[in-house]
């Protein structure tokens, strides 16, 4: 049982992405790109909060991707942050995200079982387990191989997970860590769990998701492909481990009321303003490269980068976002984080003219 009450529930959820970035996930020389302001951020909170937004969804970053705005170069930490926005806003979920390698176990425990009392049980966490080389260079921490990340992460969670349950001291000996006497008061708020959750892309992050998390987040590259991939990742989580799991995906959102203005805006920051490194080396990072790709195909991906970092285009009018979303939905996923150029500005439009329209999408049974 789920106890933060904006995630029960069988209605489409809604989130709001990677605010906690400046640029959030649009990398894009325009002036009015995101700030990350703690003050902008905390308004942000309390809009999506009001308006029945169900979660917001921190990026966890430690360094900038470069290019004239240094990319996601600043970045409010995201449990620190949680814990500001869980206090200060009433019903709406927060994540905080934690890199595995980066953060011990022990002090991830206590760090969000504090920040989950301070929202009454409304936090949720969201666990990395390795990413960007870049970043962990700066820690003076080595990267695993890949699927051995995993491994280290399950360690972890193991570890995070009896703090949060066992009552007395417990040791802790495996191939990671070697600990003793560990105990963690007090227990979540409420006596259960935070909601726990993973974006994994590989077979081992999907494995360590459906072992572990209730939400699991994936790309969705087009509606075919990722209807698909939505019902494998339910029927082997539901076989593999006895479980179920809420399939969830982001997008980023410009809508307008004519086509045209939406395209000519996404046209005007996603292509001619472009921070055109950052972009660059944002695909690098993820192994993109444009010798990968036929041209025209990796002038749309570059466009989905610049955009908002590889996620949906969800472009047009408040019928067309709104439909969009539905297909998403019908897709089989549980729910959607969404990103904007410029959450503040943009983000009453959207509340106004495209929420009433997903009505239907977003009652509880
Ligand atoms: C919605 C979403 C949120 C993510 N959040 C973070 C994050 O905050 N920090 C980070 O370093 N990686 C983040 N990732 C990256 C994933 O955790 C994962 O490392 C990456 O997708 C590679 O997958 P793999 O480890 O299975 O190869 C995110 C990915 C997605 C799709």
Not at 32 to 56: H, I, V, Y
Not at 158 to 186: C, E, M, N
């Amino acid at each position: 049982m789920l106890r933060n009450p904006t995630l029960r529930g069988d209605h489409f959820k809604l989130g709001i992405f990677a605010a906690n970035c400046s640029s959030g996930t649009a990398a894009t020389t325009i002036p009015d790109r995101w700030s990350a302001t703690w003050e902008d951020n905390l308004a942000l909170a309390k809009m999506a909060d009001e308006s029945g937004f169900d979660f917001m969804l921190p990026l966890a970053r430690w360094r900038g991707y470069g290019g004239a705005t240094d990319f996601e170069g600043s970045t409010l930490e995201t449990i620190t942050w949680a814990g500001g926005l869980l206090a200060q806003t009433k019903r709406i979920s927060v994540f905080g995200t934690v890199h595995a390698p980066l953060i011990h176990p022990v002090f991830a425990a206590k760090q969000c079982v504090t920040v989950d009392h301070i929202g009454s049980g409304r936090f949720g966490l969201n666990i990395v387990c390795g990413w960007n080389l870049d970043e962990f260079e700066m820690f003076g921490i080595a990267q695993r191989e890949h699927d051995e990340r995993y491994a280290f992460g399950q360690e972890w969670w193991d570890i995070v997970s009896a703090t949060w349950q066992r009552q007395d001291p417990f040791d802790h000996k495996g191939s990671y860590f070697d600990l003793k006497g560990v105990v963690g008061h007090p227990k979540p708020w409420g006596g259960e769990r935070p909601i726990v959750m993973n974006a994994g892309s590989s077979g081992a992050g999907r494995a360590f998701a459906g072992r572990n998390c209730d939400v699991m987040f994936t790309a969705l590259i087009d509606h075919e492909r990722a209807k698909k991939n939505v019902a494998a990742i339910k029927q082997t989580t539901r076989e593999q481990f006895g479980r179920d799991i809420g399939v969830f995906t982001s997008g980023h959102v410009v809508c307008r009321p004519t086509r045209k203005e939406a395209e000519d805006y996404y046209q005007w920051y996603a292509v001619e303003h472009e921070d055109g490194p950052a972009v660059t080396r944002l695909m690098e990072l993820q192994g993109l490269h444009s010798q990968s790709f036929p041209p025209d195909v990796f002038a749309t991906y570059r466009t989905r980068f610049a955009g908002g970092h590889g996620s949906l285009p969800i472009i047009g009018t408040p019928d067309e976002v709104a439909a969009e979303l539905g297909r998403v939905a019908g897709d089989g996923f549980n729910g959607a984080a969404i990103t904007m150029v410029s959450y503040l500005d943009q983000l009453p439009f959207f509340i106004q003219e495209v929420l009433p329209r997903l009505a239907h999408l977003r009652r509880t049974a």
